[in-house]
């Protein structure tokens, strides 16, 4: 199958001069229709800037998105408008991504009034009832009225879910989308999203810093690894959660705290070199990792940026020492 | 070596008197829509040397509780009733009745609170070091040599270069050390109680596990005796011996952390521990928990979990229930209890554990 979505080389720099700070470099992945890709990874490893450059509210630098094999610098506007309604991103703070001075009715009429999803404002009210019944936000006929001060953190976001929905999505790029919702609350949100991919055929690239949500989320997809910029690993989510590769995505993997105090008892402790991350601002020359891995090579790791391979227990690692090594996360 | 300078003196350390005492504290805001009543009925015993988490979700009244028993509520909160009793070696107070002045010594010198590493647990102007010395020259200590190295002392413990650290200002810390400087503060006056809010929040993973490491290493080789607060599960799992379950601004489940974890007998708790995944292991079922946290002005009546709770009866709605004791050291607040107990049994919980470690399944109900 074409992938919906493939990025070449994409890169992403911010500042000028000595300032320049390359916050996504040169990434390359593709994602097939319909499936869930998870993109991992600390503060300042660039996948919240690859969400956006995906959804189209930030240009590249250099290499490029394509959208269903256009690139989507070269469209025309017709095309643009299109690509741009059939991407749609989730933000993470649903306290500050919804106007407060508009009614969850205003919200969702605006749109699709004003990309003609609907013919009049007796349709528009028809369909915003039905985007709410949705994204489970019954009785559709209270929530209609309320201001977004009047619902939970849970319901605004599932609020921001239905107005991304207004305009028939083929792509949504969740960004930390339950990050900011309470945990008893996060597991229905995230089957409704699971819902949406079933019913209307959504594809999801789901950007988080939570290793057990991305599992969970995308147990039956891909997960991919970012560190300062780079993709360290990526492959099907059970090979890579159970048989990590990259010494950072095992080190990410070992550190995680547990809920579960066998467990937490139990995980392998990969001790690093350095705790600190380096800033962007100074990154370190050949592979970025080398000054914290345990099992760098000096004169190879720190003077080549390693490529990412494939590997045979299936996706891609940038690490030529570690990449045919599994190492057992428990003890 | 660190246990010597950092650690507790054994002679603190009395097994039947416990250092922390709550006995039946309310606290409640006067807001314009009415009394919230965000703290409600607590009563537990802090052993020396123990950690205990408080867990709940936005809205649970943990963070509140922490903040009353160092008495830094907003002026609108009131404390009452109830008693907070604090005991160290032979003194023993009533910190609810303590004055101004002797509440600021008893702060940081005996029961000391480590908030979340944001920027603003820090005077943004001041030097870690002008930071260390404000703090103990409120509390009477003025020789700066020595405050100096107490400081570095600490700053090593916390694995801080001195050196880097000590004349830094906070916004030129990482979050990771900020959160290390704050420790190192707290540990300043050599208190007996830390109270910990948040402490892993807003970090990033590898940087939180070396924060574990550190209190890890604080509580099994210097025995603080230590309240984390927080509403990650698994900060709970990683570091506590007893675990509160707390909704509504009541604790409605406490037992050890394998109890919790593995017996829960309340289903909020249950509720909990079913709607968070765990990153090593199989794949888990989860399940949400229907409704949302109640509104803390107008609380249902009854059980305040009954709207939400899939065990509920018609008693439920009408009487509060209060915790009882369900294990040797386990108690939950729920007319059901024994219900949630079957429903484990025919259920049983599917956690990363069970798929992965030998031996541990026995543990668990059901298995």
């Not at chain 1, 080389?9 to 994602?31: M, Y």
């Not at chain 1, 879910?161 to 949504?172: E, Y």
């Not at chain 2, 109640?294 to 018609?314: I, N, Y």
């Amino acid at each position: 199958m074409a992938p919906i979505l493939e990025v070449r080389n994409l890169t992403r720099q911010f500042g000028k001069g000595r300032e320049t700070v390359t916050a996504v470099d040169a990434i390359s992945f593709a994602i097939e229709p319909g499936e869930t890709v998870c993109l991992v990874g600390e503060s300042g490893c660039g996948k919240s800037t690859t969400g956006r450059m995906v959804a189209g509210l930030l240009e590249a630098t250099a290499g490029e998105v394509l959208f269903e094999g256009k690139n989507i610098r070269q469209l025309d506007s017709n095309a643009y408008r299109r690509y741009r309604q059939t991407v749609q991103i989730i933000h993470q703070d649903p306290y500050s991504s919804l106007n407060p001075t508009q009614t969850v009715r205003q919200i969702l009429t605006a749109p699709l009034l004003r990309h003609r999803k609907v013919k009049n404002s007796a349709a528009a009210e028809a369909r915003v009832l039905e985007l709410l019944e949705i994204v489970d936000l019954t009785p559709a006929s209270d929530v209609i009225a309320k201001y977004p001060h009047q619902l939970s953190g849970g319901q605004r976001q599932r609020v921001a879910v239905a107005r991304a929905l207004t305009v028939d999505p083929k792509f949504i790029v969740a960004d930390e989308a339950v990050s900011m919702v309470d945990v008893s609350i996060r597991v229905s949100i995230l089957t409704m999203l699971a819902r949406l991919k079933r019913e209307f055929d959504v594809t999801f690239l789901f950007i988080t810093h939570d290793l057990a949500l991305a599992k969970y989320f995308a147990w039956e997809g891909r997960i991919t690894v970012m560190y300062l910029g780079r993709i360290v690993e990526d492959g099907p989510t059970q090979r890579l959660i159970t048989d990590p590769r990259h010494p950072y995505t095992q080190a990410l993997l070992s550190a995680v705290p547990e809920a579960d105090p066998a467990l937490a008892q139990h995980k392998r402790q990969i001790e690093l070199r350095g705790a600190e991350i380096p800033s962007l601002l100074a990154l370190p020359p050949g592979c970025s990792f080398h000054p914290r891995c345990p099992y760098v090579v000096p004169g190879q790791c720190d003077r080549t940026v390693p490529a990412l391979e494939p590997v045979e227990v299936g996706g891609r690692v940038a690490c030529p020492v570690r990449k045919q090594d599994a190492v057992s996360l428990l003890v | 070596m660190v246990q010597s300078t950092v650690g507790r003196p054994a002679g603190d350390r009395h097994p039947d008197k416990p250092p922390l005492s709550l006995q039946n504290v309310h606290v409640s805001y006067a807001t314009r829509r009415g009394k919230v009543q965000a703290v409600r009925n607590v009563s537990v015993d802090l052993h020396a040397g123990e950690s205990l988490a408080l867990i709940g979700e936005s809205g649970s009244g943990k963070s509140t509780l922490g903040l009353a028993i160092v008495r830094l509520l907003p002026e609108t909160a009131r404390i009452e009733p109830g008693v907070i009793t604090y005991r160290r070696k032979d003194r023993e107070v009533d910190v609810l009745k303590l004055s101004r002045s002797e509440m600021r010594a008893f702060r940081w010198s005996d029961c000391a609170m480590v908030f979340q590493a944001a920027l603003n647990a820090f005077n943004p102007v001041l030097k870690v070091w002008a930071q260390a010395l404000d703090t103990a020259q409120a509390h009477g200590w003025h020789d700066k040599p020595a405050i100096r190295r107490r400081l570095v002392e600490l700053l090593e413990f916390v694995q801080l270069d001195p050196k880097r650290v000590i004349d830094a200002y906070p916004h030129e810390l990482s979050g990771g050390m900020r959160q290390r400087v704050l420790l190192a503060l707290a540990l300043l006056l050599n208190p007996q109680v830390l109270i910990l809010d948040e402490p892993t929040t807003a970090l990033d993973i590898i940087t939180q596990r070396t924060i574990i490491k550190l209190l890890r290493q604080l509580k099994q080789e210097d025995h603080f005796t230590m309240i984390f607060i927080s509403h990650d599960l698994a900060i709970a799992a990683e570091l506590a011996d007893r675990v509160a379950t707390m909704y509504a601004g009541r604790i409605v489940e406490l037992g050890t952390s394998d109890d919790i974890f593995y017996r829960p007998r309340h289903p909020y708790t249950l509720g909990l521990i079913r709607a968070v995944p765990t990153v090593t292991g199989g794949f888990e079922q989860l399940f949400s928990i229907p409704g949302s946290p109640p509104d803390l002005v107008k609380l249902p009546s009854g059980c305040k979990f009954h709207p939400r709770c899939t065990f509920a009866t018609e008693r439920c709605q009408q009487e509060e229930p209060e915790l009882e004791l369900v294990g040797a050291e386990h108690s939950a607040a729920c007319w059901n209890w024994r219900e949630v107990q079957a429903e484990l049994q025919r259920n049983p919980l599917h956690r990363g554990a069970l798929n992965v470690l030998d031996g541990i399944g026995s543990e668990v109900e059901g298995s």
